[in-house]
């Protein structure tokens, strides 16, 4: 059984940063992409930034130059560094990942999310 733990969130002023952490645990061969998504309220939940296994990024329009995702794979953790946050940005932050369990079949998994809330 594979579990996503994410951590991180808070409250935080427009222009600030805040960083967010995600630790996928359990019995894990291997995990290919991981991501970021957030869901503000009364809107769809939408992507943020991926990360592939070798490190390849991919950033939502809104939020590039602005956030970084990083990876360590020793350690199954998944990063999104905010800086420059603006009161859009408010929302709950999920962490999402294909990982392959060991014995089993590759599944994507989502944490529970944390909320990140900036004031303007």
């Known amino acids: 059984q594979v579990q996503l733990v994410e951590s991180g969130g808070g409250l935080v002023q427009a222009g600030g940063s805040l960083r967010l952490s995600c630790v996928a645990s359990?019995?894990?061969?291997?995990?290919?992409?991981m991501g970021w998504y957030r869901q503000a309220p009364g809107k769809q939940r939408e992507l943020v930034a991926t990360?592939?296994?070798?490190?390849?990024?991919n950033y939502a329009d809104s939020v590039k130059g602005r956030f970084t995702i990083s990876r360590d794979n020793a350690k199954n953790t998944v990063y999104l560094q905010m800086d420059s946050l603006k009161p859009e940005d408010t929302a709950d932050y999920y962490c999402n990942a294909d990982v392959l369990p060991t014995g089993y079949f590759v599944m994507n998994y989502w944490g529970k999310g944390t909320l990140v809330t900036v004031s303007s």
């Open positions: 990360v592939t296994s070798g490190g390849r990024t």
């Open positions: 359990g019995r894990i061969s291997s995990i290919n992409t």
